[in-house]
C-alpha cells in the first residue's frame, strides 16, 4: 500500500508571505514615499528658482550690453531713455550698426515661475519697488509671480 502524501495539501515548508508581513512593508512603502515627495517638490522649486536667476541674469546683462553700445555712440537712442532699450523686443530684434544686425538677446525667456515670456519692467523713472511700468525704456526686469523663494524672499524682488 503507498501512503503518498498528495503534493497539493500545505506542508511546514511551503514559503510565502504572511498578512502580517506585507501589511509591514506596504506601512515602511508609503513611509519612504511621503518622505520623499515634500524633498521631490523642495528640489524641483529649487531648480525653477536656479533657472529664475539665470533668465534675470540674461536679460539684465543684455539690457547692459545695449546701454554699453549707446553710451558709446554705436546707434541712436531716443532723447530721454537715457540709453537703455524701450522694450525687450528690441534686444531680441537688435538694431543695426554700422550696416550689422546687432542682436543683444536671442530669445525673451520664458519665466519659470510664471511660465509666461511677460516679464514685469522698470524704467529709470519707476520706483525700484514698483510694480508699474512707466513705459520710457527698460532699465531692469522682474518676475510677476507673487510666490515667494525658499529663502523667504519675494521672487518679484530678485
Known sequence: MNL???KNIS????????LIELIVATAI?????????????VTIKREREHELRRDLWEVRDAIDRYKDSADRGAFQTKVGTEGYPPDL????NGLDVGGKKVRFLRRIPVDPMTGTNE????SM????????WGGQ???DVYTKSQ??????TPYKDW
Open 89 to 92: 523686443e528690441t534686444l531680441v
Open 119 to 122: 516679464w514685469g519692467l522698470r
Open 4 to 6: 503518498a502524501v498528495p
Open 29 to 41: 512603502l508609503v513611509i519612504l514615499t511621503g518622505m520623499a515627495l515634500p524633498l521631490a517638490r
Open 11 to 18: 506542508s511546514p515548508k511551503t514559503r510565502g508571505f504572511t
Open 125 to 132: 523713472a519707476d520706483d525700484p519697488a514698483s510694480d508699474s
Open 147 to 152: 510666490a515667494t523663494a525658499l529663502d523667504g
Open 137 to 139: 525704456n527698460v532699465f
